[in-house]
Nanobody, 115 residues
């Protein structure tokens, strides 16, 4: 099982980034997928979740209206489109796959929002 995040980087406030989480070793369509983030000195927090059934989405209040989670099961990839980025969005972003009692994490990708 492997999850690999990509797409992070340095962006100015108000800018956009699209993160990708490429998966292998399991059937993505069966899994609920999530994005988490962890800023320095803070606990890891849920950013967005996309269920495997019904593709129901949930977002943290801090990102509602700015971030969009999506998935392409055929490509074994999940995405996080991030618009109107703010300095407080600076963090390491992780993807997570959940199925029953199984949880798998990626290694994270750094997002820095700064002028």
């Amino acid at each position: 099982v492997q999850l690999v995040e990509s797409g992070g980087g340095l962006v100015q406030p108000g800018g956009s980034l699209r993160l990708s989480c490429t998966t292998s070793g399991f059937t993505l369509s069966r899994y609920d997928m999530s994005w988490y983030r962890q800023a320095p000195g803070k606990e890891r927090e849920l950013v967005a979740r996309l269920s495997s059934i019904g593709w129901i989405t949930n977002y943290a209040d801090a990102v509602k209206g700015r971030f969009t989670i999506s998935r392409d099961n055929a490509k074994n990839t999940m995405y996080l489109q991030m618009n109107s980025l703010k300095p407080e969005d600076t963090a390491v972003y992780y993807c997570k796959a959940t199925y029953r009692d199984s949880n798998y994490w990626g290694q994270g990708t750094q997002v820095t929002v700064s002028s």
